[in-house]
């Protein structure tokens, strides 16, 4: 679970870098091109982050042909999370000019609820998989998503 929160939080980390204020010496009509090929870039960034972490789980995890119902509901789950979260950093982003203290504030708090309902729906997709998982499967998972385990990546970054 943790590694799947560092995957959200980084993609808050690049989508706030994202909405900074674009060029202000570009035309409005290249600076709103510009703003849409770079959140349309970073949504692709994104999803290929988000598809290797899947396929990298699936192998760190053993999922099992019996197992592969549960986990396409996990993948599911994930994507779908993903295009929430970017939905609420492209908004952001997109608004990120002439906005106030107060509506960066608001922008940044649809991000951080996103995220939190986010690890929310994947733990009840999660605990289906981890239901049918076997002891020694369940060991790799609980040492995959130790909180434990994220503070020590974190510190030593």
């Known amino acids: 679970m943790k590694a799947i929160v560092a995957v959200l939080a980084s993609t808050i980390a ?3 870098a994202l909405a900074q204020t674009p060029d202000q010496s570009a035309s409005p009509h290249s600076s709103a091109h510009s703003s849409r090929s770079a959140m349309a870039n970073s949504d692709a960034k994104r999803d290929a982050a988000v598809e290797k972490h899947i396929t990298r789980l699936h192998a760190e995890l053993n999922i099992t042909a019996n197992e592969e119902t549960q986990w396409n509901e ?3 789950t994930m994507r779908e999370n993903a295009m929430e979260l ?14 106030t203290a107060i509506d960066d504030l608001n922008a940044y708090a649809d991000i951080a609820q996103a995220h939190a309902d986010g690890v929310k729906k994947l733990a009840g997709a999660f605990s289906g998989l981890y239901s049918v998982m076997s002891d020694d499967q369940k060991k790799e998972a609980d040492k995959v998503f130790s909180h434990r385990n994220h503070e020590r990546k974190v510190a030593s970054r």
């Open 74 to 76: 996990v993948a599911a």
């Open 86 to 99: 970017d939905r609420a950093i492209d908004k952001r982003a997109a608004s990120a000019t002439g906005a």
């Open 14 to 16: 690049f989508g706030t």
